[in-house]
């Protein structure tokens, strides 16, 4: 018998049609500083950056996890790809960073082109939002890594600051407050231990206080922060801002604090969100663990002086995003 | 009982435990353009350009397939890495750039920060050598999504070149020369092909005509062209770089040729290397296939000039780099 790739369990054709599928999405999100077409071996970029004195490059690369187990239990797949965008955005946002453009990598055990495109529609409307260009991406079949149905992604996002107002939480210090603002869900972070604890519950069924079924509340779009923090920094002094990620709170905000100086958080200050609660009751989970692991209601800090603390709050409201003092620097 | 993240099968503190790994590595590679230290939301690279008249980043995203199979078979995970990065270098320097920075992704079923440590070094060392900063990445441990002992990555990078210089393809004309400069192997493309076809072969055996054993000959590190292009573009007027990559000679080759013209390659032009001849009879694969799914023995391709044939062979030559006339432009 002749071997061929397609008998390994890797079909060219799905690849071309997959990057047929794509290449409108890719290019819908392009501007002027898009130098190149799809297809390439490298995707080019403008970096001639005339508006800035000292532009600097602003990256960061992520994943969504196992929120990944959800979207494909729930075959929905529209949505992942927004979740990356707006994780990776809101990385290098908090550094007072504007997003320039978008790179993806999904791995298949069997790549379906009608899956992928979902996926990768995903990645383009979510930086059409964030007005970022999705300039480049791989897309992979492994048959033998993966399972047939399941897939895996990652996406690199670069932007570009002005040197002199990149936010660092180097000025911050002692009694400066903390401003959570809320977040819609768990984003893409804790999901290996929700899964494990929520395992009982049908993903289709509408849990007690819930608006949405299981699955969708799980499976909402982790929120890009972008808006706000650009009115935040264009209006005010933001000392340093925190995207609440893997680590929680603390550990998230202890990465901009300075050494010397720590942080005293209310828990009581907020309410926490439905479910978070159904998270902490089925798996019995301590504070302590809920706190390290989840966002648990809050999405992104901001550390301000104290005397900046009520109208960073009416400005928030302006643009229906609720802040809650939740501590300060101590 | 309480339920953890640990529980869940996520171990923070095995995550914590590699990134304080891994710093070392990262840092090892910085330059002054490198403006942060691992561990804020983004990193920073300075993006002044001072040497460049219209600077143009260009960036690439890629994987490196079931090769991980193999290195996961063999145990041994300092050199994948390296084909991630030099793969990565190929993709931006057939465009004329030279790297400036990578972003790397490393998702693992279950997180053994020793393992995580040598797949990093190997970032570290194909950066160092390709004069890149290794200035961000991504640690994941999916339990569910991958087996135990598996894992996957993917890296972006992103270099620099000066728009005027862009290789783009676009003089290409009738009559142009293909030279192509040997591979070392497979490089990254055609595992799983590859493997089906040989899962009869013991990876710690030498098949007859080789000097390594089927393992190692398997796990050959990714060449990086970056000297050759970097002599070859300084001295000649190079219309096209092709890196051969999935696809084949034809296939990359084609992407940077004007449409209208097309290639008339000599596929006796060079003799097979012993692991590709291995796998055709192995697997009783056509020529066809063999042609688009491997680089059988062709890493990188150069489009010129007839008259700068003879010039550029000798160039690469002093730099023990065989060129080989495969080709013309029809």
């Not at 264009?234 to 609440?244: T, V, Y």
């Not at 010397?260 to 089925?282: A, C, M, R, V, Y």
Request: overall charge negative; glycine content about 10%.
């Amino acid at each position: 018998m002749s071997e061929t790739y397609l008998s390994s369990g890797v079909s060219i054709s799905a690849g071309e049609e997959t990057v047929s599928k794509i290449k409108s999405f890719a290019k819908s999100t392009f501007n002027s500083n898009v130098l190149s077409d799809i297809g390439l071996f490298g995707a080019f970029y403008d970096a001639s950056f005339k508006n800035f004195k000292h532009p600097v490059l602003v990256s960061s690369v992520d994943g969504v996890g196992t929120k990944l187990k959800v979207a494909i239990a729930m075959d929905k797949h529209d949505t992942i790809g927004q979740d990356l965008v707006n994780h990776c955005v809101n990385d290098i946002a908090v550094c007072g960073a504007e997003p320039l453009f978008f790179l993806d990598y999904v791995a298949f055990g069997k790549l379906i082109p009608d899956k992928a495109a979902k996926i990768i529609e995903g990645f383009a409307i979510a930086c059409k939002n964030n007005n970022c260009s999705l300039i480049g991406g791989e897309t992979a079949e492994m048959p033998g890594l993966y399972e047939e149905n399941d897939y895996d992604l990652s996406g690199t996002i670069v932007g570009v600051v002005e040197k002199e107002k990149i936010i660092n939480g180097k000025e911050i210090k002692r009694g400066d407050v903390l401003i959570g603002f809320q977040s819609n869900g768990l984003h893409t972070n804790g999901y290996s231990l929700a899964r494990k604890v929520l395992s009982n519950i049908d993903l289709h069924s509408t849990p007690q206080n819930f608006e949405l079924t299981l699955g969708d509340e799980l499976l909402k779009i982790h929120k890009s922060y972008l808006s706000l923090i650009n009115a935040l920094k264009n209006n005010f002094s933001i000392k340093g801002f925190s995207h609440i990620t893997g680590g929680g709170i603390v550990g998230n905000t202890l990465r901009i604090i300075p050494k010397g100086l720590s942080l005293k958080i209310d828990w009581n200050g907020w309410q926490l969100p439905e479910i978070f609660k159904l998270i902490k009751t089925s798996g019995n989970i301590s504070d302590e663990e809920m706190r390290s692991v989840f966002n648990i209601g809050i999405g992104l800090i901001a550390v301000v002086d104290k005397n900046e603390v009520e109208n960073i709050l009416r400005t928030s409201e302006s643009l229906n995003e609720k802040g809650i003092v939740i501590g300060e620097v101590v």
